[in-house]
């Protein structure tokens, strides 16, 4: 499955984005969809990840009440709803697809190029 991700682009803390991760190849239902990010100099980390039917999702406690996961199986499609965003959240984010429902990036089979998100303080 090939992945790309979108949304990403320069906000003010406190404010909002939205990421999408656009799906082709594979049917894109048979996988659990994550997202991860990666900030300058730091280890790939986990956001979040929702699984095929959208009904167990996960959070990096970082993230919990500010980022939402959701998925529109129909159309291939997987988002991150990002509010109340900090600076700490500056980093690239990435989609990634898995055969399970897993908070680690080893896990993952298939990834996207990413989008940078830029939280200015």
């Known amino acids: 499955v090939q992945l790309q991700a979108s949304g990403g682009g320069l906000v003010q803390a406190g404010g909002s984005l939205r990421l999408s991760c656009a799906a082709s190849?594979?049917?894109?239902?048979?996988?659990?969809m994550g997202w991860f990010r990666q900030a300058p100099g730091k280890e790939r980390e986990f956001v979040a990840a929702?699984?095929?039917?959208?009904?167990?999702?996960r959070y990096a406690d970082s993230v919990k009440g500010r980022f939402t996961i959701s998925r529109e199986n129909a159309k291939d499609l997987v988002y991150l709803q990002m509010n109340s965003l900090k600076p700490e959240d500056t980093a690239v984010h990435h989609c990634a697809a898995s055969g399970r429902l897993t908070s680690s990036k080893d896990g993952y089979d298939y990834w996207g190029q990413g989008t940078l998100v830029t939280v200015s303080s």
């Open positions: 929702i699984s095929w039917s959208g009904g167990i999702i």
């Open positions: 190849g594979r049917a894109f239902r048979n996988y659990y």
